[in-house]
């Protein structure tokens, strides 16, 4: 609590001991991915644009702030305006290599900023402090810890990494194939788009996506709306069952309740009200005595 | 779904929108992929949630014991060590472990939360702490959040892992006064002590003139000689000294953070003075009284009547159902991060819906309404209402008072702000007060034998003014010789020294606090000087002194003497 009415009680330093080691390598793992990231964008970022200096120094300030303060959404806007800018438009599009390395690093950013972030929300020490208090005090401060753990930790951080990476490539080619499931130029039954259905075929293009992506989000979002059901437990369904009920009778209810405390209220005031009137005749203080005038 | 989450969707979608409408391949990609893995990670965080969470077991450990219930002692050191292992298959970051700790549990060493980072088939958390007030301290349960690598989904649940204990009293183990001048001709038995009346005993109270009747074993003859008329020799009585502890229980000495409160330090000082009259082979009873009536504890000495005696003070002691009290929004606050931490899968608005409703339009207070429907429906679940009574609950503060108050009370939060109101009746407390305490002293006069020992530990240092009230009873008990010991707790923990510092400070918090003592002073000098007048003896606060003075009046009823005398 402690902990509902008073403040909590002071956290110790000694805090994620057992998870330090670990919370500090996938963090300087997560820390050289975003260095990576950050230099391939800013090596291919806002080239030919008017101001590629200035814009550059602005993507890189965001992308330290982004480490402190803000989300990896920041980022992902950014890319699009580069994107939405300075890609220029074609019709055909089969996926180069240059194009799946851009995409790759894009959302590995996010992944490594977004992982570094919650990792840093876990540790009560920033990253850059510590490192900072390390170089001052020559490396004398900084936690000594076994070999052998570090080549444990790393290994593990080495694996987790690459098992996001991979799956990152997977939703690549995913969104590839989803990507391709409608065609640019046609319709899907090999319809003329713009003199069939009076639509530019990019309108129609979007609107068949969005149609695909919404079927797939709904089909899955009712196995899991199934599954959530299927697992409530007895204190979950009860509370459900009475708040649905709640919610269907609601107007009925409220109409009832209110008026029955309307009515408990009156008559504690008028019972209130004899009480007072009662004392008050009877006190002798304040008894009125009926003179003969 | 965390906010990070919403604005990538939300970029992701936008993205992919332009980027097909312009035929900018690369941002409609990016933006799909984006959208892509955030719907797997959306599957896997759900898998994890049905796969992984049911399998989770965890033990935890009090002083390497693992049952339910249990024994400790207030202000002692506990160990406590939690572990985790799940069924099947390892355990997946990340997983934050959070041991729910009550306010009667003080945390010193280590923490009650642990982060798991990366995967591992079991993991372990220790700390340490102490128990702060007598009563009863619970363990709850474990309170887990869940959460992908990326923090795009949180879920949060709680784990029940209720373990009970009893939290016994401390006590002071002070060496006792020993006389250093011989005053007893053999040696009795164990617990039992001279009383200057006529008896059986074996010293010599005093010569009298021979009585027909009287055994001519106990003629003096020598003394007779001289005289030259029979006298006879009068024995002292051996009896046991029972020493009676009243404790207070009124709704005074429960109010405050727990190992702060009146009836803790009271208890302190009742099981100090338990302690040592078991010692000496003293019986120790209790009278307990509060609003719900009085227990009365029989004398019994011996370990196993301490034990009991600590036994019963700790059940007392156990706050009943809180006095009620407005609804205030700070009342439904508390409540809110009770269940927030105990039940958070009882607020998931898929689970607990609000009806929708109009009024009242402004945001602020449609919030305050929609987070009272939250917590009716809690409430609800938890004590078997109906729905009609969630509605009442809703539109009826004093009921939700009750509840709210009752909900806060099982959870063993104290009787503080907000649960309990702060109000100044001290003065009407203390006259409820003096009424329990004379009717349980009278009581026991009633049924009690001559040479007792009444420790009287009562809040009526509020109510000084007025004490003539309970004077009878008092004068009542000294009438029949019983020894009258008045321990009145303060609220400080020690006993008010008149302030003679000139100069008392300038702030608020300063001044305030001079006039705090000031007034303790002046009440506690109108009271002791009250009861000594009568005859009783007076001690301030639990300190120490108190109980030694409490001590050295029950070693006076064990001497036989009246006054206190070669003792260093």
Sequence with gaps: MSNYTQSKPHSTDDSVTAARPELQIMKAANLLLIMFCGWFFLTFLYTGAVLNLSLKFFFLAILVLTLRRWTGALLLALLQVHLFFLEPRVADFGGAIGEFVWVMTTVLLIMAVSRFRTLQEKDEHSTVRRLLSSVISGGTNAHEYDASVIRRHTAAAVVTSGRSALLLVGCCLVALNLMSLVPADRTITGLNTVSEFRLRPSGYRIIMSGLLLYSVFVVSWLFINEGVWRRLSSSQAGIYLRSVLLRWMHRDLRMLTKRRLKQRRRTARHRERSVTETTTYDSPETRHVPTDS | ?568
């Design chain 2, 1 to 568: 779904m965390t906010a990070r989450s919403r604005w990538l969707v939300l970029l992701g979608i936008a993205g992919f929108g332009l980027g097909i409408l312009r035929g900018q391949n690369v941002l409609a990609w990016s933006s799909l992929t984006v959208l892509v893995w955030m719907f797997a990670e959306w599957i896997r965080f759900y898998w994890r949630v049905w796969r992984e969470l049911p399998q989770l077991k965890f033990i935890r450990h009090v002083n390497d014991q693992t049952q339910s219930t249990g024994l400790i002692w207030s202000g002692r050191m506990l160990s406590v060590s939690v572990e985790m292992v799940s069924g099947k298959r390892r355990l997946s970051p990340l997983l934050v472990i959070h041991d729910c700790l009550p306010e009667n549990f003080e945390l010193v060493s280590g923490r009650s939360t642990c982060v798991l980072i990366s995967r591992s088939p079991s993991s372990r958390f220790c700390y340490e702490g102490r128990a702060l007030g007598l009563g009863e301290l619970t363990l709850p349960g474990i309170h887990l959040t869940l959460q992908d690598p990326q923090g795009f989904f949180v879920t949060e649940r709680f784990v029940p892992l209720k373990q009970t204990f009893r939290v016994l009293p401390t006590y002071a183990g002070i060496n006792e006064s020993q006389p250093l001048v011989k005053r007893m001709n053999s040696l009795p038995q164990h617990g039992i002590h001279r009383l200057q009346r006529a008896g059986m005993g074996s010293e010599l109270l005093e010569l009298r003139e021979y009585v027909p009747g009287d055994p001519p074993k106990s003629i003096a003859w020598k003394v007779s000689a001289r005289r030259d008329m029979l006298m006879t020799r009068q024995y002292e009585s051996e009896v046991p000294v029972r020493v009676y502890l009243f404790v207070d229980g009124s709704v005074g000495t429960r109010i405050g953070g727990f190992g702060k409160r009146l009836i803790d330090q009271m208890s302190y000082v009742a099981g100090s003075v338990a302690r040592s009259a078991v010692s000496a082979g003293d019986p120790v009873g209790a009278i307990l009284f509060d609003e719900r009536g009085q227990q009365r504890i029989r004398p019994a000495g011996g370990e196993r009547g301490f034990h009991n005696l600590l036994d019963q003070l700790t059940a007392f002691a156990v706050p009943p159902s809180p006095p009620a009290r407005r609804l205030s929004p700070a009342l439904i606050n508390a409540a809110m991060r009770l269940c927030g931490e105990h039940y958070p899968d009882l607020l998931d608005p898929r689970i607990n819906q609000v009806p929708f409703t109009f009024f009242p339009i402004s945001p602020w207070k449609r919030h305050l309404v929609y987070r009272r429907s939250l917590l009716a429906n809690v409430l609800a679940g938890l004590y078997g209402l109906s729905v009609s009574q969630i509605i009442e609950l809703v539109h009826d503060d004093r009921m939700m008072a009750q509840f709210t108050q009752r909900l806060l009370s099982d959870a063993g939060v104290s009787w503080m702000p907000p649960l309990v109101e702060t109000r100044d009746q001290g003065f009407h407390d203390g006259m409820a007060t003096m009424e329990m305490l004379s009717t349980a002293i009278a009581d026991s006069v009633a049924t009690a034998r001559d040479n007792e020992v009444y420790v009287i530990m009562a809040n009526l240092l509020e109510c000084a003014t007025n004490i003539s009230h309970v004077l009878p009873a008092i004068k009542l008990a000294l009438a029949r010789h019983h020894r009258v010991v008045f321990v009145f707790p303060t609220p400080a923990f020690r006993r008010p020294q008149p302030l003679r510092t000139p100069d008392p400070g300038t702030s608020a918090e300063e001044l305030l606090e001079r006039a705090e003592g000031l007034r303790n002073c002046n009440l506690a000098d109108r009271l002791q000087r009250e009861l000594r007048r009568l005859g009783a003896k007076v001690a301030l606060s639990g300190e120490q002194e108190a109980i030694r003075m409490v001590l050295a009046e029950t070693e006076l009823a064990r001497s036989g003497r009246v006054v206190f005398a070669g003792v260093r």
